[in-house]
């Protein structure tokens, strides 16, 4: 489940996929696939896949209990492919973030 707290020290990747019509569900599930093979990786927390309801965005939101944890993380998906086989499926726009505010209710 993701922690979303302030001053967790959880480093979280948002990751805003621009896609083609139709490109929604091909990314998905690459990253559904690379989301299983990240979480037997030491220091992954969490995976989100969020999908925008006009068709046109896939949102990939990941956590890592730290920016070298998210790091070696990355660098595993690179070497396995799973980062070429997301360019292949839209245009990616990632950060690393940490949470500085929250309010519920």
């Known amino acids: 489940m ?10 979280t990747q948002i990751n805003v996929f621009t896609v083609p019509e139709g490109g929604q569900q091909p990314l998905i599930d690459l990253l559904t696939e690379s989301a299983e093979f990240a979480s037997s990786i030491p220091g992954w927390v969490s995976a989100s896949i969020h999908r ?44 690393l973030y940490e949470v500085v505010y929250t309010l519920e209710r």
């Open 52 to 95: 925008s309801l006009d068709g046109t965005r896939v949102v990939n939101y990941a956590q890592s209990e730290t920016l070298e944890a998210s790091q070696h993380i990355i660098n595993r998906l690179r070497l396995k492919g799973f980062l070429e086989r997301n360019k292949q499926l839209g245009q990616a726009n990632p950060g």
């Open 2 to 11: 993701p922690i979303i707290r302030t001053n967790s020290g959880i480093v």
